[in-house]
């Protein structure tokens, strides 16, 4: 057995499904649609996928998802690492270390200043060993009720269609985050590529200055409203009554009023909902990060929330 990397010149996203579906074994298929959608559209900028090889047959993956971020007032490059799998028969260090080196090999050939990985239980020590990425940030959960109110007056709430593109992207454009929010950039063109995922139904609900995304989620079998991402009108901030307004639209257009929200953002008035002790909540969900240039100023996220990754 004679194990090499590459990066992929060409993605089969068919073959790439049915692999990932047999090395990760949970009973659910992987839908190439979905891995189209994250590889070549989801934040816009594509992705470099590095493989591991048996001769000519492909027996594991790692994908750096391009994105951009706002540091400091200066724009910097970043990817994410996504959809590690190897084939039973394949696992090991020895595999583990020739990803993670060619990994490496691309974050500099690339000069591509920020590694950020968002890992379940397995993964966290396996990042860490092996690439040095370190836990930046734990996201809050925090879950509430929404009483059953009238709509404000100024509420617009609908679903995301892909077939209103011309419609959708002036609006969008209002809510593009400012030079010197400290995260991920969006416009109105990654935002509605974001929106774009396979299989999703996203709500958009705006109040005032403040425009949030959500969709309808299930987990342990108990449906809820997902809060997936706060925005708001460049410049400005969100009050208390708007933040309180959105979500009420949301649970409204779900007909939900269990609402979830994960994430941080600096530009709401409070975290929506009441924070869940970590000794009650579910696995943490940790953001990773190694930065490839340490001795720029320090990295912070001022916002970071379930659209910034491939969650909801």
């Not at 774009?196 to 425009?211: A, E, K, M, Q, T």
Request: charged fraction near 25%; proline fraction near 4%.
């Amino acid at each position: 057995m004679t194990l090499t990397v590459a990066c992929e010149q060409e993605i089969d996203y068919v073959v790439t499904a049915e692999l990932m579906t047999q090395a990760f074994a949970h009973g659910e298929a992987i839908q190439p649609a979905r891995l189209e959608w994250l590889y070549a559209h989801a934040f816009s900028l594509g992705t470099t996928v590095v493989s591991l090889r048996d001769g000519g047959r492909k027996v594991g993956q790692i994908a750096l998802v391009r994105q951009m971020l706002t540091v400091n007032g200066k724009r910097e490059t970043a990817a994410q690492l996504v959809d590690l799998f190897i084939l039973p028969g394949y696992r090991g260090k020895q595999s583990l270390r020739a990803l993670y080196d060619e990994v490496e090999r691309q974050f500099i050939s690339q000069g591509i200043r920020f590694a950020i990985g968002m890992p379940n239980a397995k993964a966290v020590g396996v990042n860490a060993y092996f690439f040095e990425l370190q836990t930046h940030l734990v996201l809050p959960v925090s879950v509430g009720i929404c009483l059953r109110r009238p709509a404000a007056q100024d509420a617009i709430s609908f679903r995301f269609d892909l077939r209103e593109r011309d419609r959708l992207m002036p609006l969008l454009a209002q809510f593009r985050t400012a030079a010197s929010d400290d995260g991920l950039i969006w416009d109105e063109t990654i935002l509605f590529d974001r929106l774009s995922r396979p299989g999703r139904d996203y709500g958009i609900h705006i109040v005032g200055n403040l425009l949030l995304i959500s969709l309808l989620g299930r987990s342990r079998g108990i449906l809820h409203t997902l809060l997936c991402g706060f925005l708001v009108r460049t410049g400005c901030r969100a009050s208390q009554d708007e933040l309180r307004d959105a979500v009420r639209a949301a649970c409204r257009m779900w007909g939900c009023s269990l609402f979830v929200y994960v994430g941080v953002n600096d530009k709401l008035p409070r975290c929506p909902g009441i924070v869940l002790p970590r000794r009650v909540r579910p696995s943490p969900m940790l953001v990773q990060v190694r930065d490839f240039q340490p001795e720029q100023a320090r990295f912070r996220l001022d916002r970071y929330e379930l659209i910034d990754f491939d969650y909801a």
